[in-house]
């Protein structure tokens, strides 16, 4: 019976830890493919939607450095659940990126797409996060 707690015990850290990076990492990729669909990438263009996604991220970190005084303290049971919601976070950035993808052409829309998905998956994990904390906290 120890081991089998010693492992979901692990099991649980594991997922906490690495929950949000995969779930990026299948947004990142998911936009990818789907902007393939409309247009075949040079490397220019993928380097363009990369820089895009970094921005995003560097963004969102400049306005949390400038709103933000306290660290955020979230329980395990709030990164669990709020994680568990990531579907919201990653089919709405990948719709982004697609969208961005049909309505610009060329390295903008590479540049645009990687930009708007990685925001929106902040933004929208960062509300599946205070959703998951406000049902704990009732």
Excluded: H
């Amino acid at each position: 019976m120890r081991a089998k707690r010693l492992l979901l015990k692990n099991l649980r850290l594991s997922v906490m830890d690495n929950a949000s990076a995969y779930a990026f990492s299948i947004t990142i990729t998911g936009c990818y493919a789907l902007l393939t669909t409309i247009a075949q990438p040079d490397p220019l263009d993928i380097f363009l939607a990369a820089a895009g996604a970094v921005a995003a991220f560097a963004v969102a970190e400049l306005l949390t450095l400038l709103l933000l005084r306290e660290e955020p303290q979230e329980s395990d049971s709030v990164k669990l659940l709020g994680r568990m919601l990531n579907f919201l976070s990653v089919g709405c950035a990948m719709g982004a990126a697609y969208l961005c993808g049909l309505l610009l052409t060329g390295p903008l829309s590479w540049l645009t797409a990687g930009f708007v998905s990685a925001l929106i998956f902040i933004f929208l994990e960062g509300l599946e996060l205070a959703v998951a904390e406000a049902r704990e906290d009732a």
